[in-house]
């Protein structure tokens, strides 16, 4: 059977050694692998590819074990068994590897997208999630200040920030969050003039405006009024909401002389 391959399950090793630990390359060592037991019992879960072989002294031969689950196993069970590999070696003549399979059902994939121009957290954080069969995952979303939560949308559709998914199969939903639209009203109360910079129709949270007022001849600027009061010309604003604001202008003082006539 030297350098042979064997037909009995068996894989045969050229060469070993003696109970000295010497390499004795004469000798044929026998290799199963099999499941513990006397006699070794076959486990129909577990199977090895490839059945049989030879492997030469001094070299590393790969066995494949594989596990299968079958129908009639229970979910929730783990099922063990141990490897047991034989050879004629009286240094070591088994080695013990213990294999164990856990049941559980299947997986899937439950995939969360961003949608809408607006911003916004969910949780479970955007991505790829896998979880198993049947599992309950609560979803939730909230948005980020200047935007609002519109509803989910792909495989559910919902209206409500927080739903709760049975996950029975691979599972794509899209959180869509719209960015809130803001407006400035600017008022000028007196002779002059402001000069508004971005000058938009509509901004959106968290924007900066810089307001420019000037006053006409003869007039003053006396201040800011308004959501915002301030007395300098120039006013920096952070949109975080619709603002009005009102740019006050003084006029000339007038000095009114008492008339006296001659009789």
Known sequence: MEGAVAADGYFYVIGGRDGAGIT??????????????????????????????TVAAD????????????PTMTLGTTYTATLVIRINDPVTPRIYVPVTMTILPPSYELTINFGGDGSGVVTPPAGTHTYLE?????VSAAADPGSIFTGWTGDITAASPSIVIDILSDTVITATFEAIAYTLDVNIVGEGTVAVEPDRAEYRYGDIVILTATADAGWTFIGWSGDVTATNEQLVLTILDDTVVTAMFRGPTRV???LMRKR
């Open 256 to 258: 009114f002389l008492p």
């Open 134 to 138: 049947g599992q309950a995952v609560t």
């Open 24 to 53: 004795v390359y004469s000798t044929n060592e026998r290799l199963y692998v099999g499941y513990a037991g006397a006699p070794p019992v076959d486990i129909p879960w577990v199977s090895q590819d490839p059945v049989s072989g």
């Open 59 to 70: 070299s590393t031969g790969v066995v494949d074990i594989t596990l299968t689950a079958f």
